[in-house]
T-cell receptor
Framework: GNSVTQMEGPVTLSEEAFLTINCTYT??????LFWYVQYPGEGLQLLLK???ADDKGSNKGFEATYRKETTSFHLEKGSVQVSDSAVYFC?????????????WGLGTSLAVNP | DAGVIQSPRHEVTEMGQEVTLRCKPI?????LFWYRQTMMRGLELLIY????????DSGMPEDRFSAKMPNASFSTLKIQPSEPRDSAVYFC???????????????FGPGTRLTVL
């Protein structure tokens, strides 16, 4: 079945460091891919998405490219800030059968120190 | 818009008691999702509704859990009787209508932190 694998955390970085959080997936068909972010004490919110191969999603300085050949959707940011400290979730959606479910990774906690 | 509203934000109860969690989706959204989040199991989808009809409840842990959506603006998740292992953060999310070829963003509520003693 469909699945998402994220790198384990926690990830601890200094401010202005480069961030990569790895995400790989297994899926049948042509899923859409997402990154959600959860700030402390809040619900999840969509950070970025890509709906087809080679699409690049971007938002708030974060980017991720849908790589079908490597089944990956790694999250990157060139210079992290303390305010980026949060838990990041990779997810995929398979629309077969009009399904509206998302398949979630376990989340990667990021802590950015000043 | 106020976003997805959940109540209560925190609930502490004793084992064996009935617990009811409430959710008001964003107006105009026609899909509603109930999730459970724990450190051990991560984020789990319990059940989701489309146009007030339960579509997939395969994630509901057992018969102690039940969910209803009597109308487009209200849903409940009930646990009876509650057990300590039910302690978790429960999220409700909603999304707006889409056709079968696209996916629409899920908007999450702030969650209910449930502690069963």
């Amino acid at each position: 079945g469909n699945s998402v694998t994220q790198m384990e955390g926690p990830v601890t970085l200094s401010e202005e460091a480069f961030l990569t959080i790895n995400c790989t997936y297994t899926a049948t068909g042509y899923p859409s891919l997402f990154w959600y972010v959860q700030y402390p004490g809040e619900g999840l919110q969509l950070l970025l998405k890509a709906t087809k191969a080679d699409d690049k999603g971007s938002n708030k300085g974060f980017e991720a490219t849908y790589r079908k050949e490597t089944t990956s959707f790694h999250l990157e940011k060139g210079s992290v800030q303390v305010s980026d400290s949060a838990v990041y979730f990779c997810a995929l959606s398979d629309l077969a059968g009009n399904n509206r479910k998302l398949i979630w990774g376990l989340g990667t906690s990021l802590a950015v120190n000043p | 818009d106020a976003g997805v509203i959940q109540s209560p934000r925190h609930e502490v109860t004793e084992m064996g008691q009935e617990v009811t969690l409430r959710c008001k989706p964003i107006s105009g959204h026609n899909s509603l999702f109930w999730y459970r989040q724990t450190m051990m199991r991560g984020l789990e989808l319990l059940i989701y509704f489309n146009n007030n009809v339960p579509i997939d409840d395969s994630g509901m842990p057992e018969d102690r859990f039940s969910a209803k959506m009597p109308n487009a603006s209200f849903s409940t998740l009930k646990i009876q009787p509650s057990e300590p292992r039910d302690s978790a953060v429960y999220f409700c999310a909603s999304s707006f209508p889409s056709d079968s070829s696209s996916y629409n963003e899920q908007f999450f509520g702030p969650g209910t932190r449930l502690t069963v003693l």
